[in-house]
């Protein structure tokens, strides 16, 4: 039966939730209570992980050291009766997909982030990492489903050092995750587009916003804006009505047209009090370029004619919507070739 333990690896398990339960314990532990050899360790350690018994991750005071914390057999039982049925040959064969159509609502879900996008705006390719929101009560559980031999599974960000096929970062949240999802023609979830739309405006990445973007231009006529649990509701209440309104303002802005009704951006600048200090997006990528040609430009001095004229030329770039920015009292450094691209790439003109 799939997941099931070889006796040897099932009485270490025990022996190891025995004394650890749900803590955190490293390598070393399990060298002194097992009484085993370090590279006896290391195997023990490996099998548990590839079959989903064991979730490894960094100290965080240390990043070399790997902690590991055991998956409570109550979850690890759940998952067996769920493969109870696969053959072997066929578990071997199941994708991420036909893993989470194989779940269907015995334990919530929704796919977010860019594999989500990616299914309404079919853009960008996603990058090889699967994001899922879960309920934190259901950690354990999903550890034990998702991970096999091609698959590891993360609470954090990815760190593994062997190639697998696929990375699948689990995102616990506190939402009602069945108000939040929609189910796709295949039979898995995915988060709905209004929500989902509120988290890459979030995370305020270039991806991120290329990504919000493409998912407006490409459904702008079908998103609930207003309405209850609408984009704009959604943005109040996470504090993003700054940065919404100022991108829809761009969309509109370089397509020349009103992608987005002009309704949805006017309410959404009555919300907008205040100004704002932070840069948008808040990239890092982004940032650290425009304050190293900033710095370069501000020493006039230092450098020559030449010099001051291509950085000042590639600074532009960072700042070429000014006027946008001052509108939503916003410090934008939004290259204004991203959007543009995104837009001529789905066949919108732009002026």
């Given at each position: ?71 409570p057999p109550e979850d690890v039982s759940f998952v067996i009766g769920l493969y ?186 009555d919300t907008v009090k205040g100004r704002s200090t932070t840069f948008f997006p ?52 939004l290259p204004r070739d991203v959007i543009r691209k995104v837009l001529t790439d ?6």
């Open positions: 039966m799939i997941k099931r333990l070889p006796e040897w690896l099932k009485q270490k398990y025990k022996m190891l939730w025995d004394r650890f339960g749900k803590e955190a314990f490293i390598s070393e532990d399990t060298i002194s209570l097992l009484n085993i050899s370090e590279s006896m360790a290391v195997k023990t350690l490996w099998q548990l992980e590839n079959r989903g018994f064991v979730h490894k991750t960094r100290n965080e005071l240390d990043y070399r050291v790997k902690e590991y914390r055991l998956i109870s049925l696969i053959e072997k040959d066929e578990f071997n064969k199941l994708t991420i997909k036909d893993k989470l159509i194989l779940i269907e609502d015995k334990i919530p879900y929704a796919v977010t982030g860019s594999y989500a996008a990616y299914q309404y705006h079919h853009y960008v390719n996603p990058p090889g990492v699967y994001e899922l929101k879960i309920r934190p009560i259901d950690e354990g559980k999903w550890i034990a489903f998702l991970t096999d031999k091609n698959t590891r599974v993360y609470l954090n960000e990815a760190l593994e050092t062997k190639p697998v096929k696929h990375y699948i970062k689990l995102v616990p949240t506190e939402i009602d995750i069945t108000d939040i999802r929609y189910r796709t023609d295949l039979g898995y979830y995915i988060e709905k587009i209004e929500p989902l739309l509120i988290e890459l405006l979030l995370r305020e990445t270039q991806t991120s916003i290329i990504e919000a973007a493409a998912m407006i231009i490409q459904n702008a006529s079908d998103i609930n804006w207003l309405g209850e649990k609408g984009v704009v509701p959604l943005a109040i209440e996470s504090n993003a009505t700054r940065r919404l309104g100022f991108l829809l303002d761009v969309i509109n802005y370089e397509s020349n047209l009103n992608i987005v009704n002009e309704e949805v951006i006017s309410v959404i600048k808040n990239d890092n990528v982004l940032l650290s370029r425009y304050s190293e040609l900033k710095e370069k430009t501000t020493h006039r001095s230092l450098i020559t004619d030449e010099e001051y004229s291509k950085h000042r030329k590639a600074l532009e770039r960072y700042e070429g919507y000014l006027e946008l920015g001052e509108r939503w009292s916003l410090r934008s450094i789905l066949g919108v003109n732009t002026w």
